[in-house]
């Protein structure tokens, strides 16, 4: 399962070539930007053992940043808060693995 924050140049060209506006709120919800991040995630999921592929994700709109707390002074991802913030979701995709 990952928990995907979307480049900001990448979603701004997708959103130039495909006529939509910038916002990458309103991008992570479009269907056909999940689609194309979700062949990206099946490409890279070729050159992963079985164990590291990424079945399940979700886009997230707003990065992982020190002052949203979920980074450290470091750049190091607080896994921990991380997982209060979004538990709920993560229960979500865990419960559509079976």
Same mark, same amino acid.
């Given at each position: 399962?990952?928990?995907?924050?979307?480049?900001?140049?990448?979603?701004?060209?997708?959103?130039?070539?495909?006529?939509?506006?910038?916002?990458?709120?309103?991008?992570?919800?479009?269907?056909?930007?999940?689609?194309?991040?979700?062949?990206?995630?099946?490409?890279?999921?070729?050159?992963?053992?079985?164990?590291? &592929?990424? &079945?399940?994700?979700?886009?997230?709109?707003?990065?992982?940043?020190?002052?949203?707390?979920?980074?450290?002074?470091?750049?190091?991802?607080?896994?921990?808060?991380?997982?209060?913030?979004?538990?709920?979701?993560?229960?979500?995709?865990?419960?559509?693995?079976?």
């Amino acid at each position: 399962m990952a928990l995907i924050v979307p480049d900001a140049e990448f979603a701004r060209s997708y959103a130039r070539a495909h006529r939509l506006q910038p916002d990458i709120a309103a991008l992570v919800e479009d269907a056909g930007f999940q689609g194309v991040l979700g062949e990206a995630i099946r490409r890279a999921n070729q050159s992963l053992s079985v164990l590291e &592929r990424v &079945r399940h994700f979700r886009l997230m709109a707003e990065p992982f940043s020190i002052e949203n707390g979920m980074m450290t002074p470091t750049l190091k991802l607080k896994r921990q808060e991380i997982y209060r913030a979004y538990r709920e979701l993560f229960e979500c995709l865990y419960e559509t693995r079976h």
